[in-house]
């Protein structure tokens, strides 16, 4: 079964103004500064190697169908180094491109209607969802056409490439806030009041080094007026927002300026303006013609594989004949073979879509109760079958120091520790332990979200007798829910190469101290700092060796990058 494909948020046109601007610059027409700004706002970003490309392409809320896999399996075979990378922004990006095979990556994305403008740079970022919208049985109503509508509103917007810092949207399906609209610019949580659809307005979140809970606008307004609400907070961002100071530049950073009702006046007095205007009118797309395809039944295996695999990679769906099935991602990367085979199983045993998530896997929903042994099987075969998704095995990284200019220590490389040592102790995968939340970033900057996990990390460096030594600060307890975001307490620095130690500690406190029934989240979020530092004794006490100098997976002695970053996901 062939699904029908989505609708394009390519433009051909943009492409060909990169490939025109970029020749300005070549000639000399344009500064090196002025070209950096045009590329970014295009996607297109230098990495910590020099020669070298970074390209985020812009999926609106992770949605792909197996014609876009394909163009990104190609850009990823041809291009870049084999594979796709996943951001917790829902996101692909693809590293080590040539500047002179831009040109060729943008225009194959665009021949499957996928695009990468406004992906980076100061402008309305992706606009992100939760990933089960459609499917989700606890949701008032599926918010994804609300989210394109809005995705279409901003996309080459008159303001949209031209705002003081970047500035990002998300949808969230219920008020558990799945999506994480709390750390948002702007967010959207589904609510229904007195039988008609509408939305809660949060606004003014952020994480990064000076993490922020979103204010809540509007307790509820109707689905028809949130095109206005986003126009009037974009153009109070593009007029109040601080275009001198990189560094305070956020929305968050107006609200603290203002006060809170300094902000709602100044929010007030622009929507005011808006609806004067008639303005930013949301155009909802025509309901989807994608159809599930039928049934394939085939014997369920015997295996404990499949029935571990089951357990934890099937949701059920609102409709009760289908279900919705997770695809677990190695720290978030797919190779050009495993975005090939996601494609043509969607297109066989689901709806010809799946959905990008924002801890870094894939979700292929609408797939018939009957199939999923059949599913299991093309999984398996394809080497997607993988255990332990959404457990503490599977952690959230961001790029870190294998690519980013920012990043001081190796995220990916400590991440990817933590889980084969969780594996090495028989840890993390079942009993209550294995709902632990575990995020790292490279940096203080939060691309990798640590602020909002039960155990969060982020990289730094100490200095030690004189030598840089790669450290990690412990953050305990944060998180979203229906509450907002909390963010986690900063109690410790560990080194690197103790990170996997330390986390097998406290995941053994955790299930030793725990009350009747709490849940990691819960305790993590109130258990004292002083006995975390306590229980991690020496791991935290003991001098650094020689040979912990060194980052995870380095042999040498660490040094402190100090590049420019141009651009934080």
Not at 37 to 66: T, W
Not at 518 to 535: H, P
């Amino acid at each position: 079964m062939t699904a029908a494909h989505l609708p394009r948020f390519s433009d051909p046109r943009d492409v060909d103004e990169f490939v025109s601007t970029l020749e300005r610059y070549e000639q000399g027409e344009l500064s090196p500064e002025q070209f950096r700004a045009f590329r970014l706002l295009r996607g297109v970003y230098g990495q910590r190697q020099d020669g070298f490309q970074m390209m985020r392409v812009k999926i609106p809320f992770g949605r792909l169908d197996s014609r876009a896999l394909e163009a990104l399996a190609d850009v990823g075979e041809r291009w870049s180094r084999g594979f796709g990378h996943v951001t917790t922004r829902q996101n692909v990006q693809f590293h080590f491109l040539r500047m002179t095979d831009v040109e060729a990556a943008m225009r194959r994305l665009d021949e499957a209607g996928l695009t990468t403008r406004e992906a980076c740079g100061n402008s309305v970022r992706a606009v992100t969802a939760c990933e089960l919208a459609e499917i989700c049985d606890g949701a008032p109503f599926d918010v994804t056409p609300y989210a394109e509508a809005i995705t279409r509103l901003f996309l080459g917007h008159p303001l949209s490439s031209s705002l003081p810092r970047k500035f990002k949207i998300a949808f969230s399906g219920c008020a558990s806030d799945c999506a994480k609209a709390a750390i948002h610019d702007l967010g959207f949580i589904a609510k229904v009041e007195n039988g008609e659809r509408g939305f809660k307005i949060v606004a003014a979140g952020g994480l990064s080094s000076s993490p922020q809970n979103a204010l809540v606008l509007h307790e509820w307004v109707r689905a028809a007026e949130i095109g206005r609400a986003g126009e009037a907070i974009v153009r109070l961002f593009h007029r109040l927002g601080n275009r001198d100071n990189r560094h305070r530049a956020r929305l968050k950073y107006v609200l603290k300026k203002l006060g809170e009702q300094g902000f709602r006046e100044a929010y007030a007095s622009v929507r005011a303006e808006v609806d004067a205007e008639a303005a930013a009118e949301l155009a909802l797309p025509p309901p989807a013609d994608r159809a599930p395809a039928p049934a394939v039944v085939e014997p369920a295996p015997r295996s404990s594989s499949y029935l571990a695999w089951r357990s934890t990679s099937i949701v059920d769906a609102r409709d009760p004949a289908y279900v919705g099935a997770y695809v677990r991602l190695r720290l978030g990367d797919a190779t050009s073979e495993e975005l090939r085979a996601l494609g043509r199983i969607a297109d066989e045993l689901g709806d010809g879509t799946v959905r990008l998530t924002i801890d870094q896997n894939v979700l292929i929903p609408w797939v018939d109760k009957r199939s999923v042994p059949a599913l299991f099987a093309r999984l398996e075969a394809a080497g997607l079958a993988r255990l332990d998704l959404h457990t503490a095995r599977d952690v959230t990284s961001c790029q870190g120091a294998d690519t980013c200019n920012l990043a001081v220590t190796s995220s990916r490389a400590v991440a990817r520790a933590i889980t084969e040592r969780l594996e090495a102790e028989g840890l993390g995968a079942e009993g209550p332990a294995a709902r632990t939340l575990i995020k790292i970033s490279g940096c203080p900057n939060s691309c990798g979200q640590h602020h909002i996990a039960d155990l969060g990390l982020h990289g730094g460096a100490k200095n030690v007798a004189g030598a840089p030594v790669p450290v990690y600060q412990l953050h305990l307890g944060g998180g979203v829910d229906a509450r907002g975001a909390r963010f986690g307490r900063q109690v410790v620095k560990i080194v690197a190469r103790r990170v996997p130690d330390a986390i097998v500690r406290l995941l053994r406190l955790f299930e030793a101290e725990r009350g009747d029934g709490e849940s990691a989240a819960a305790f993590f979020e109130r258990v004292d700092g002083k006995r975390v530092v306590a229980a991690l004794g020496d791991i935290v006490t003991a001098a650094p060796t020689a040979e912990e100098g060194a980052d995870v997976g380095e042999t040498s002695g660490f040094l402190v990058h100090s590049g420019e970053g141009e651009c934080a996901a």
